[in-house]
């Protein structure tokens, strides 16, 4: 006898909601940075994601339809607060720039050791040829004259004598990138190591605050 008893199913057309996990949305937006770490923004594609999560790309279109509708998720939900706990640092230090980018080293320690995908993508964005990552930053973003503002806001600190003459103001940010966001990094392979295997968060955060503070200096 064939059982007529309706069955209940998943809609068509819709993939499983729970293949690996309790949220298959947020598990494609964690591989899809981890695959931007590994390969770079221009070199990810849904198809590269499917592959990675072991879907089918129907079923990650399913998600988003397109990898700028995936990049816009990624900003909302991971760029855009990481943005939001920097921003306001210059303001609230806008007569004391050592102070300034002291907090920042400090946050930037923060944000490292919480996304394993920041140091990758923030340095592997900065060598490539590729444009389109920054592109789709400046996009949503909304404010290319923001960094130009900081440059101005540096250059005006050394003529008042509130910073070391010498810097560079259009290299600054990425010096204190390289001494915080860049260790943070290398750091997850130090395990073991008889030299650097030591070396915790907060030895990065003081070591790049003693550097900066010293450098920082208009004396």
Known sequence: ?????????????????????????????????GLFAYKGFAETTLASI??????????VH????????????????HILPMRQRIGGIFESHADDPVDAFTELAERFVELAGEHRWVGPVIFGEMISDSHVFKEHIRR??????????????????QSQGKL?????????????????VLP?????RWHGDPVR??????????????????GLQPG
């Open 1 to 33: 006898m064939v059982d007529s008893t309706p069955r209940r199913g998943r809609r068509p057309g819709r993939p499983p909601s729970r293949p690996d996990g309790p949220d298959q949305r947020q598990r494609l937006i964690e591989i899809a940075l």
């Open 184 to 188: 943070m990094t290398a750091s997850r």
């Open 50 to 59: 499917a592959r990675e999560a072991g879907m089918t790309p129907a079923a």
């Open 62 to 77: 399913y998600y988003f339809k397109t990898r700028e509708q995936l990049f816009d998720a990624v900003y909302d939900e």
């Open 197 to 214: 295997g030591h070396v915790t968060p907060a030895d990065i955060a003081r070591h790049a605050v003693a550097l900066l503070r010293q």
């Open 164 to 180: 070391n003459p010498h810097l560079d103001p259009a290299l600054l940010m990425g010096t204190v990138l390289s001494l915080t």
């Open 140 to 157: 949503r973003f909304g404010d290319e004259e923001r960094p130009i503002r900081l440059i101005e806001t540096i250059r005006r600190w």
